[in-house]
């Protein structure tokens, strides 16, 4: 059973489209997070949903917009993709925040924007 | 701001011997700690975490030392083993929430 599941594992685009990426836990976690991981594996934190409402939200391009359907599911989309939006993109969740639970991560989507 | 960085970017350590990884961090603020191992390929793992209210923490064949006089912390392996292979990241945190700062990461190879 996978805990923190993602779609899709790998994406590849044109320059300008718009994409998604969709991920979901079964662990009955209050709290999502998105993060981004560049090619030297450097990790950063994007966004993170604490029941459905955003609690954090980092220096990210507006293009990038997260939606959280319910607590479960925290999806990514991303509009007018660039060169630079290439990366691998992890969701994790955790029951609270990453001070008092454990954070688990997903397997990770790798885009590619060509 | 924050930053969260690694001394070594590889470290090349042979099967049954003992691993050291260190990490140092700027922010005087963060006052939370963890390791993650990430495999290739898969999503980083939690290995270990450390409040600032404490310098050593063991686990199981993992042992974090925490140094806030030099912002400096390390991570541990006993008894290397080739499954311990993976990149290995600090991160800390200074908000309450515990918004993490990843440092840049570590690779460890066992070799036989």
């Known amino acids: 059973d996978t805990a923190v599941s993602q779609t899709p594992k790998y994406l590849v685009t044109q320059m300008g489209n718009d994409k998604s990426i969709k991920c979901e836990q079964n662990?009955?976690?209050?709290?999502m997070y998105w993060y981004k991981q560049d090619s030297k594996k450097f990790l950063k934190i994007m966004f993170s949903y604490n029941n459905k409402e955003l609690i954090i939200n980092e220096t990210v391009p507006n293009r990038f917009s997260p939606k959280s359907p319910d607590k479960a599911h925290l999806n990514l989309h991303i509009n007018s993709l660039e060169l630079g939006d290439s990366a691998v993109y992890f969701c994790?969740?955790?029951?609270?925040?990453?001070?008092?639970?454990?954070?688990?991560f997903g397997p990770g989507t790798r885009l590619t924007v060509l | 701001g924050e930053s969260v960085g690694l001394h070594l970017p590889t470290l090349s350590v042979q099967e049954g011997d003992n691993s050291i990884i260190n990490c140092a961090y700027s922010?005087?603020?963060?006052?939370?700690f963890i390791w993650y191992k990430q495999e290739s390929g898969k999503g980083p793992q939690f290995i270990i975490d450390i409040r600032s209210n404490m310098d050593k923490r063991q686990g199981q064949r993992v042992t974090v030392l925490l140094n806030k006089t030099v912002k400096h912390l390390s991570l541990q392996i006993a008894a290397t083993q080739p499954g311990d292979s993976a990149v290995y990241f600090c991160a800390g945190a200074s908000d309450s929430w515990g918004k993490l700062q990843f440092g840049a990461g570590t690779q460890v190879v066992v070799t036989p």
């Open positions: 922010n005087s603020a963060s006052d939370y």
């Open positions: 662990l009955g976690h209050d709290t």
């Open positions: 994790a969740s955790s029951l609270g925040g990453v001070r008092s639970d454990t954070q688990y």
